[in-house]
């Protein structure tokens, strides 16, 4: 079972990126997934969460507005669309599956982990 995110890189205040999580091994078709965050010498934080259908999601307030997460059941994969970034955006972002129905915002409610991807903003 694996979750592979790509996508990060090296952008400027104000751009764009989106990141991707394709998963194999499994169907992931049912999970909640959502993607996570963590900067140098913080503690990993939440970022976004999408139901298993697409139909709802959440965001953590830093991000709402700018930032959109969308998934693609017939694909295995989750992508999280960053627009407007801003240089407190800069962390590796790793994505995640939840078993459980139900939308949590918090990293020990997840099952599955990718390995990351790094952001970096610069101003």
């Known amino acids: 079972v694996q979750l592979q995110a790509s996508g990060g890189g090296l952008v400027q205040a104000g751009d764009s990126l989106r990141l991707s999580c394709a998963a194999s091994g499994r169907s992931f078709s049912g999970d909640v997934m959502g993607w996570f965050r963590q900067a140098p010498e913080k503690e990993r934080e939440f970022v976004a969460a999408i139901s298993w259908s697409g139909g709802t999601t959440h965001y953590a307030d830093s991000v709402k507005g700018r930032f959109t997460i969308s998934r693609d059941n017939a694909k295995n994969t989750v992508y999280l669309q960053m627009n407007s970034l801003k240089p407190e955006d800069t962390a590796v972002y790793y994505c995640?599956?939840?078993?459980?129905?139900?939308?949590?915002?918090?990293?020990?409610?997840?099952?599955?982990w990718g390995q990351g991807t790094q952001v970096t903003v610069s101003s």
């Open positions: 995640a599956a939840d078993t459980s129905p139900r939308i949590r915002a918090y990293d020990s409610a997840y099952d599955y």
